[in-house]
Every structure is written in structure tokens, then in C-alpha cells.
């Protein structure tokens, strides 16, 4: 079963609006990684977040990772055309090793 | 440095061919795995291997097979092509897994089984 879950699947905004996804674990994680998905693309990675609680910021992104590192969210502030793709969160619980239980994505789609 | 190579990038199969998906990297990392990408389902792990000689199943392992005979390759085999296999392949590689670091994914390989 999905290890990870990640809502919504898809999110179609205006531009200027903000944006936020989540990713919810039933198992704590050790830590968590986000990823970004142009379309047609692979996913790039974005950031790795490892401490509970912690808010990490890139420019208009801002990811935090739940006090339980349950949870975790990516929020976008302003949306602009360039941030259209699908957006993953990969949990890694600790237990096997190496692995990554990815998020099934959220499908952004930002109107001019 | 290319990073991860996949190839080749499109490929169209016939139900029961068998063929190979490569996967190189040249960063010297030791973990790889190989994923699929399936439209709503994210991406599912089908083998991975944490070293030369040493691979493992992921969630949906059956019709494929791998072996890691080196560090830097890591190729993915279809053993008898069947249309469910119809999807897009990911190669990713890994510096570190304990703890995990940044996973560098390939370019992709396209597949349709017909």
C-alpha cells in the first residue's frame, strides 16, 4: 500500500496565488526529500529535510517537516508559469536501507 | 560529469520480446535503483542495489530483473514484455543512504509494449 501520502493530486491556480502540498506518513520518517517534475522532464531534486520541526526556505518555497516527522508540506507563495510541474515527497522510514517511499504528486498547473 | 545515463530513451516492444534498459553513472555512487512512473501513481521502486554484487526488490519487482556487477552500471532487464509494462522507466543513483542524500534521476526511457 502507499507508504506515503501526498494531496492534492492536482492544483490549478492563477498565477500570483500560492500553492501548498502535503505529505502525510503513517511511520515516523527519518527524513523527508521534495522533488520537482517538469513535464516531459525527471525529477530534480529540491531539498532534504532531517529534523523535526524544521522550515527550510528556497526563494518563494518554503518546506517544513512536522514536529512528529509525520508530515510535511511545500508551500509556494505567488505561483509564476515556471513552477508548473508535479511536485514529489520521498520519505525515507530508516527501517531498509536506502529506500525512499515517494508521494504519488501533485500536479501544479499555474494560469497566466 | 553526464550524471545519470539511461538508455535508450524510446522504446517500443512487442508482448513477450525481452530487452535491457541501461543505466550508467559516473559520479561513483553506490546506490542505484530503477523505478516506473505510471500516471497517478508516482513513482514505484522496482529493484535496487546498495553496492557492487548487491540487489534487492522493491514494490513491484516481478518481470524484471537486475544485477550490479559494477558501481557505475546498473542495467534493468524485461524478461517477457507484457502491455502492463507499458510505462516510464527511471534510473536514479545516490551518494549516500545512510543517511539517504540527494537522489539524481536519468533522462527516462519511454516504453510501450504493444
Known amino acids: 500500500g502507499q507508504q506515503v501520502m501526498q494531496i492534492p493530486q492536482y492544483q490549478h491556480v492563477q498565477e500570483g496565488e500560492d500553492f501548498t502540498t502535503y505529505c502525510n506518513s503513517s511511520?515516523?520518517?527519518?527524513?523527508i526529500q521534495w522533488y520537482k517534475q517538469r513535464p516531459g522532464g525527471h525529477p530534480v531534486f529540491l531539498i532534504q529535510?532531517?529534523?523535526?520541526?524544521e522550515v527550510k526556505k528556497q526563494k518563494r518555497l518554503t518546506f517544513q517537516f512536522g514536529e512528529a516527522k509525520k508530515n510535511s508540506s511545500l508551500h509556494i507563495t505567488a505561483t509564476q508559469t515556471t513552477d508548473v510541474g508535479t511536485y514529489f515527497c520521498?520519505?525515507?522510514?530508516?527501517?531498509?536501507?536506502?529506500?525512499?517511499?515517494f508521494g504519488r504528486g501533485t500536479q501544479l498547473t499555474v494560469w497566466p | 560529469n553526464a550524471g545519470v545515463t539511461q538508455t535508450p530513451k524510446f522504446q517500443v516492444l512487442k508482448t513477450g520480446q525481452s530487452m535491457t534498459l541501461q543505466c550508467a553513472q559516473d559520479?561513483?555512487?553506490?546506490?542505484m535503483s530503477w523505478y516506473r512512473q505510471d500516471p497517478g501513481m508516482g513513482l514505484r521502486l522496482i529493484h535496487y542495489?546498495?553496492?557492487?554484487?548487491?540487489?534487492d526488490q522493491g514494490e513491484v519487482p516481478n518481470g524484471y530483473n537486475v544485477s550490479r556487477s559494477t558501481t557505475e552500471d546498473f542495467p534493468l532487464r524485461l524478461l517477457s514484455a507484457a502491455p502492463s509494462q507499458t510505462s516510464v522507466y527511471f534510473c536514479?543513483?545516490?551518494?549516500?543512504?545512510?543517511?539517504?542524500?540527494?537522489?539524481?534521476f536519468g533522462q527516462g526511457t519511454r516504453l510501450t509494449v504493444v
Open positions: 536514479a543513483s545516490s551518494y549516500s543512504i545512510t543517511p539517504n542524500t540527494e537522489a539524481f
Open positions: 511511520t515516523t520518517l527519518s527524513n
Open positions: 529535510l532531517v529534523k523535526s520541526g
Open positions: 520521498a520519505g525515507d522510514r530508516g527501517s531498509t536501507l536506502g529506500r525512499l517511499y
Open positions: 559520479m561513483n555512487h553506490e546506490y
Open positions: 542495489s546498495v553496492g557492487a554484487g548487491i540487489t
